[in-house]
């Protein structure tokens, strides 16, 4: 069974960071993209950012370019999500995914169960 | 950016009955579009992809269709389990967008 699980949530000031992490199991992880997507308290989902199988390809939402930094690490079936320069409006839960192919990110599936981040003074 | 627009933003049904969601993208994104249900306090889970293909383990009360910027979620008869907020996502461009949802609850 394909399975994901995050970790690194907390409170956090604004201004500080914080690194989320994504352990991945029952699948080759090193056959697939992966991606984050958030969702503040009440809201809709957002994607991220996304990350090819082999790493050498990234993308990033506008919202967090230059702030937060995508990574893996295929000899762990890890998956990271370096935040800096936080802000009161990245606090959300935050989903890794698996997706369906190397590159580019198409849909994702599955998802983990998520970890909160909560960005406040 | 693609916008993808979704309506209505709630949808009140009855069990066993038909829900039917659109899904409207601001630009064509062919049929790279999929479908996902998030129950209170999950993650999403992925119903549909390619506008119309159901997912591993997706009952057949699921269908999707459209293609270009117009889309529907078909449920033919609500289960109570199928309450939920749904979610429709394009991968044709970058960024890859989500609609805001719409809440299909009990009527």
């Known amino acids: 069974e394909e399975q994901l699980l995050e970790s690194g949530g907390g409170l956090v000031q604004p201004g500080g960071s914080l690194r989320l992490s994504c352990a991945a199991s029952?699948?080759?992880?090193?056959?697939?993209?992966m991606s984050w997507v958030r969702q503040a308290p009440g809201k809709g989902l957002e994607w991220v950012s996304a990350?090819?199988?082999?790493?050498?390809?990234?993308y990033d939402a506008d919202s967090v370019k230059g702030r937060f930094t995508i990574s893996r690490d295929d000899s762990r079936n890890m998956l990271y999500l370096q935040m800096n320069s936080l802000r009161a409006e990245d606090t959300a839960v935050y989903y890794c995914a698996k997706d369906a192919g190397q590159w580019p990110s198409n849909w994702l599936d599955p998802w983990g169960p998520g970890t909160l981040v909560t960005v406040s003074s | 950016e693609v916008v993808m627009t979704q309506s209505p933003a709630t949808l009140s049904v009855s069990p066993g009955e038909r829900a039917t969601l659109s899904c409207r993208a601001s630009q064509g994104v062919n049929i790279n579009l999929a479908w996902y249900l998030q129950k209170p306090g999950q993650a999403p889970r992925l119903l549909i992809y390619?506008?119309?293909i159901r997912a591993t383990g997706i009952p057949a009360r699921f269908s999707g269709s459209g293609s270009g910027t117009e889309f529907t979620l078909t449920i033919s008869s609500l289960q109570s389990e199928d309450f939920a907020v749904y979610y429709c996502?394009?991968?044709?461009?970058?960024?890859?967008?989500f609609g805001q949802g719409t809440r299909v609850e009990i009527k």
């Open positions: 990350i090819s199988n082999s790493g050498a390809k990234t």
């Open positions: 390619g506008a119309s």
């Open positions: 029952g699948f080759t992880f090193n056959n697939y993209a």
């Open positions: 996502q394009q991968y044709h461009d970058w960024p890859r967008t």
